[in-house]
T-cell receptor, first 114, second 112 residues
Framework: GAGVSQTPSNKVTEKGKYVELRCDPI?????LYWYRQSLGQGPEFLIY????????DSGLPNDRFFAVRPEGSVSTLKIQRTERGDSAVYLC????????????FGPGTRLTVL | DQQVKQNSPSLSVQEGRISILNCDYT??????FLWYKKYPAEGPTFLIS???IKDKNEDGRFTVFLNKSAKHLSLHIVPSQPGDSAVYFC???????????WGAGTKLIIKP
């Protein structure tokens, strides 16, 4: 069956620009997560959705980062006024429910801010 | 402060031998541990997990061991195969907390 998909696979932008990263979770999965992975590091939690609502956005680094999931399926991670330090791979995962359900990851979006 | 540590950035093992990947954690509230495998340009893929009520979980060639007193877990792969070459991440969570805290990963290279 279809896994988690993310678009675009690569995004190059200039400092100060706005970007949107999209995640299509596995059909029927109610929980959706965004992580950020910098080079040589493990993924870092950004935000978690249960259904349409952001149940936990404590991992978002600052108010330039925002994410939505208006219909409880597709999610968009939005980054305003991008900075070079935002360059990373942004990973999306989904699970059937929350807690200890296995999280299934998409291939990620590699964001490069010049 | 890293709560989950994988101290070996890389490991090279002969095909057919045992691969042992290690992971240490500091947070005693962690009660669920997972191993993920990652190929280049792909997202992490779930491999195996273990709850803190167990000290061993086995799935085919993969076995995870948990030593709670030492706050240490390890992943054993026997026998190692070329397709096992990847980066392996250890991750942990605590209680009903869905947030996974990840190690930095260990790159496993299986030599033919």
């Amino acid at each position: 069956g279809a896994g988690v998909s993310q678009t675009p696979s690569n995004k190059v932008t200039e400092k100060g620009k706005y970007v949107e990263l999209r995640c299509d979770p596995i059909s029927g999965h109610t929980a959706l997560y965004w992580y950020r992975q910098s080079l040589g590091q493990g993924p870092e939690f950004l935000i978690y959705f249960q259904g349409t609502g952001a149940a936990d956005d404590s991992g978002l680094p600052n108010d330039r980062f925002f994410a939505v999931r208006p219909e409880g399926s597709v999610s968009t991670l939005k980054i305003q006024r991008t900075e070079r330090g935002d360059s990373a791979v942004y990973l999306c995962a989904s699970s059937l429910a929350a807690n200890t359900d296995t999280q299934y990851f998409g291939p990620g979006t590699r964001l490069t801010v010049l | 402060d890293q709560q989950v540590k994988q101290n070996s950035p890389s490991l090279s093992v002969q095909e057919g031998r045992i691969s042992i990947l290690n992971c240490d954690y500091t947070n005693s509230m962690f009660d669920y541990f997972l191993w993920y495998k990652k190929y280049p340009a792909e997202g992490p893929t779930f491999l195996i997990s273990i709850s803190s009520i167990k000290d061993k979980n086995e799935d085919g060639r993969f076995t995870v061991f948990l030593n709670k007193s030492a706050k240490h877990l390890s992943l054993h792969i026997v026998p190692s195969q070329p397709g096992d070459s990847a980066v392996y991440f250890c991750a942990a969570s605590g209680g009903s907390n869905y947030q996974l805290i990840w190690g930095a990963g260990t790159k496993l290279i299986i030599k033919p």
